[in-house]
């Protein structure tokens, strides 16, 4: 999300695994000396050949995100995360009225009849963020300069929980910053048919870590 100002620059990032690979649907938020002009309130998480895509959706706190059902079946959404608890029962087409994401964290998403669709969406209370494209890029435009505090999240770093990255200082150009995240299991783009498991995994998994 961008913020406009006489005295704005930008940021281009890159994101990477060990290994120095391109890293999709990593997300990096920036918390800066001035806030960001009001950001869109909207945002939408669609479900796709069985899939929720993006994948990894970042919002700011308060967003109104739709769930819209592009499949010829039906979908049946829920979250069971402290951030956000929530069920959309089984549907087609878009439901009429969009889901708030209130409070700050990691939402992990699910289909209650299809046990392989996982999602994420990050709901963070800082006023800049994105998330990777698949060559792992992200920019910000409009950025003013000024010393900001990084942090950063991927679905596979430990224990599902943000990564602090170091202050980046922003100055009168754009600058490039390379951002490298150790993750528990490779970073592979999300498969058609994982085992029928992979949503309790995903939310136990964030449950219990961020509970510690």
Same mark, same amino acid.
């Given at each position: 999300?961008?913020?406009?100002?006489?005295?704005?620059?930008?940021?281009?990032?890159?994101?990477?695994?060990?290994?120095?690979?391109?890293?999709?649907?990593?997300?990096?938020?920036?918390?800066?000396?001035?806030?960001?002009?009001?950001?869109?309130?909207?945002?939408?998480?669609?479900?796709?050949?069985?899939?929720?895509?993006?994948?990894?959706?970042?919002?700011?706190?308060?967003?109104?995100?739709? $769930?819209?059902? =592009? /499949?010829?079946?039906?979908?049946?959404?829920?979250?069971?995360? &402290? @951030?956000? *608890?929530?069920?959309?029962? +089984?549907?087609?087409?878009?439901?009429?009225?969009?889901?708030?994401?209130?409070?700050?964290?990691?939402?992990?998403?699910?289909?209650?009849?299809?046990?392989?669709?996982?999602?994420?969406?990050?709901?963070?209370?800082?006023?800049? $963020?994105?998330? =990777? /494209?698949?060559?792992?890029?992200?920019?910000?435009?409009?950025? &003013? @300069?000024? *010393?900001?505090?990084?942090? +950063?999240?991927?679905?596979?770093?430990?224990?599902?929980?943000?990564?602090?990255?170091?202050?980046?200082?922003?100055?009168?150009?754009?600058?490039?910053?390379?951002?490298?995240?150790?993750?528990?299991?490779?970073?592979?783009?999300?498969?058609?048919?994982?085992?029928?498991?992979?949503?309790?995994?995903?939310?136990?998994?964030?449950?219990?870590?961020?509970?510690?």
């Amino acid at each position: 999300m961008f913020s406009t100002a006489s005295s704005a620059t930008g940021l281009r990032a890159d994101m990477v695994d060990e290994a120095g690979q391109p890293l999709a649907n990593a997300v990096l938020t920036l918390r800066g000396p001035l806030d960001a002009e009001p950001a869109s309130s909207k945002a939408i998480m669609d479900q796709r050949a069985q899939q929720f895509v993006p994948n990894v959706l970042a919002v700011r706190t308060g967003t109104a995100v739709s $769930f819209p059902n =592009s /499949d010829d079946i039906r979908h049946h959404v829920y979250s069971f995360s &402290p @951030a956000k *608890r929530f069920e959309l029962r +089984l549907y087609q087409g878009t439901p009429s009225e969009p889901v708030v994401f209130d409070k700050p964290g990691l939402v992990v998403l699910g289909c209650n009849i299809h046990d392989w669709m996982v999602g994420y969406v990050y709901v963070t209370d800082d006023p800049w $963020f994105a998330v =990777s /494209d698949e060559q792992g890029r992200i920019a910000f435009d409009g950025l &003013p @300069a000024g *010393r900001y505090a990084v942090s +950063l999240w991927h679905p596979n770093v430990p224990g599902m929980l943000p990564q602090a990255g170091a202050e980046l200082q922003v100055g009168a150009e754009v600058g490039t910053q390379r951002y490298q995240l150790a993750l528990q299991t490779p970073a592979t783009p999300a498969p058609s048919g994982p085992p029928p498991s992979s949503f309790g995994d995903a939310f136990r998994k964030a449950t219990r870590d961020a509970a510690q």
